[in-house]
């Protein structure tokens, strides 16, 4: 089993910055490609920013310019650099982690419990 346990989210102001965090702990072959989604209320959850573990990133239209994402595999831990926030980025963002937990097994996605990120005045 993968544990994504993530931090970082707030109460920020439009204009401010957050870095969030989700980090990886559990026994597991190897994580692959991970990611941030976010949902807002009344919305479908959608991604934010993707990671391979070669570090390959790619961005959500909405996200590009503002957001970035990194991860330190010594560490089992992403990272999302969110600056010029706005309002409209107001949603719980969850932590995504495609993994293997044997070198024989399927990848499956894990996910962690979310963590509040508010963009307000």
């Known amino acids: 089993q993968v544990q994504l346990v993530e931090s970082g989210g707030g109460l920020v102001q439009p204009g401010g910055s957050l870095r969030l965090s989700c980090a990886a702990s559990g026994k597991f072959f190897s994580i692959n490609t991970m990611a941030w989604y976010r949902q807002a209320p009344g919305n479908r959850r959608e991604a934010v920013a993707t990671i391979t573990d070669r570090g390959a990133t790619d961005y959500a239209d909405s996200a590009k310019g503002r957001f970035t994402i990194s991860r330190d595999n010594a560490k089992n831990t992403m990272y999302l650099q969110m600056n010029s926030l706005k309002p409209e980025d107001t949603a719980v963002y969850y932590c995504?982690?495609?993994?293997?937990?044997?070198?024989?097994?399927?990848?499956?996605?894990?996910w962690g419990q979310g963590t509040q990120v508010t963009v307000s005045s």
């Open positions: 995504n982690a495609r993994a293997r937990r044997y070198s024989v097994s399927p990848s499956q996605d894990y």
